[in-house]
């Protein structure tokens, strides 16, 4: 009997956070439901894709309800332990804060809380705070998030007051009856479930973590774990800007050696979103590219055959182009400076004319990546001049730059184009002249597509057909100077090529053809004929290099090469140019292309 006395003694106490705060424990449940549950199911639907749609369910309910129930018991457990309100009080409010962030993200952005969204809204409500702050809060989804919040609060602090001013009243019968008991311990028996699915959370999120592209993918099981992981991962986005910019700093500690004294201009054309294989220069069968044909005929353009780029995503291929590491030896972009620093640095005039600056401005990617190309610091060390203005499309923005170019003796000049950004329907005027190719001429396509994805295969190639007259515009631009051009996609894609899909998808299945389709990219080099004339070995040095393996984040050393500038962090064996030039590790995202790709070459023999 005494034994049976300390048991039920024993879980009175345990049950006891429960009972005396349950409007702490519901409030916190319901909140920390909200936000997991939608996070699970997406774990879920990643991790077991197989999974019957009802087992899957049953799953999502258990963790999400044991997990949710389980911090909410602990919480509750904190202020039946402090027993004062003024414990009580602040940890709703971080409840209802922590649910009110989840909901104003999911309504605002449609999707939930990420790194890479929670640094869009540093950047946008913190940064600019005088511009945004006012915008956002005061429109109607702020106002009536805080409004919410606010009824929210009031009326759980009354429902708080009146509960435990019950519980003193009432406090002579506060024995619990049978079917309260039950209750309670069916509560308790969840709470232990909890404990145990949270010991299975952490590698089924690794496991996630490992299959998913991007290292910055993380899932809370909560709203407000997941708010402090992204305050972490912020951190670390925050600290690699940092890094960057003390390693580009340093560019500026070494004196600038003389440069040549023949002109040079080097232009870098980056492009977006360009699938190799739908370049009729690599051999497509629709003439998508026949500018570039016909300059490459009279001898003017180097088409590279065998460059690929480490990311399928703009943001980081972004960063290992501008950074001088090399992603194969395992350095980090941060760690290293950014290329055109050194190049204004040895007295080159720097232009930076970006037409993706303003492009789905608030999104993610491009806030992403402007928080790093439009660092203050990083403008002061990097560029001479740049955009104000962006055009929807490239001829238009390219005219813009022709306009307020501005002539130097050493130029470096970076185009970045929106290319044949998603989707491609938006990058070409709809016009006579550009609508070139038609539902029509898909009719062969393997596999089969009904009109709907013909019409995107037709968009996606008159983009790259647009592409190639505004390549042809700045040849033109160019041609009276001493001019190295080079043009180059910071990633691949899909239009419906071997299966049906557009853009992005991880596909184990095909590993092969997802590398080449996302990490393959078209890569050509004209040199002005006053180039031509002037550096006949320069140009046969391109042309010797031209069937070299290669990696976007090895461009670098090639501009550098180019440029005639000596500089610590010029390494000839990472030129593509150079005769002493090893290709390193292709890493692709998380795959080494070169392993994938001969193996299955091989295979097929
Ligand atoms: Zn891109």
New binding site residues.
Partial sequence: MKLRGKFISFMRRLVAPLVAEWPLWVLWFVGMSIGGVCDIQRLFDIVFPETPQILRLLRIVGYGVCMSTLLAYLVAALAHICRTRWVRWPLALVALLATGAYLFIRYHYGTRLTPEIASVIQETYWAEAGEYLGTYIFSMTGLSIILALMVAMAAWCSLDLWWHRHRENHSHHRKMSGWQATLWAVLMLVVIGGAFKMACYGPLADKLTHQSRSHDENFGVDALTNLMKCHHQLQRIDDQTILAITATQQVYDTSPQPIADDSLTIVLVIG??YIKSHASIYGYDKPTTPIQQRERDASWLIVFNDIVSPYS??NM?MRSLLSVNDKGSGQQWCDYPLFPAIFKHAGYQVDLWDNQREFMKGSVSTNGLNGLMYHPQVINLCYTNINDRNSEFDWEFVEDYAAHRRDSKHELVLLHLRGQ?FKAESRYPHTLQWTHFKPKDYTQHEPPLDDEARQEVADYDNAIRYNDYVLGRIFALFSDRQAVVVCLS??GGEVHDYHWGLGFRDDNEHLELMLRHHHEIPFVVWCSPRLQQARPQLVERIRQAADRPGTLDNVSQMMLGLSGITTPWYQAERDILSPTYICTNRICDKYEYDLVVDMIYCMSF
């Fill in positions: 977006d979103s995503y703009t291929a950004h910071d990633h």
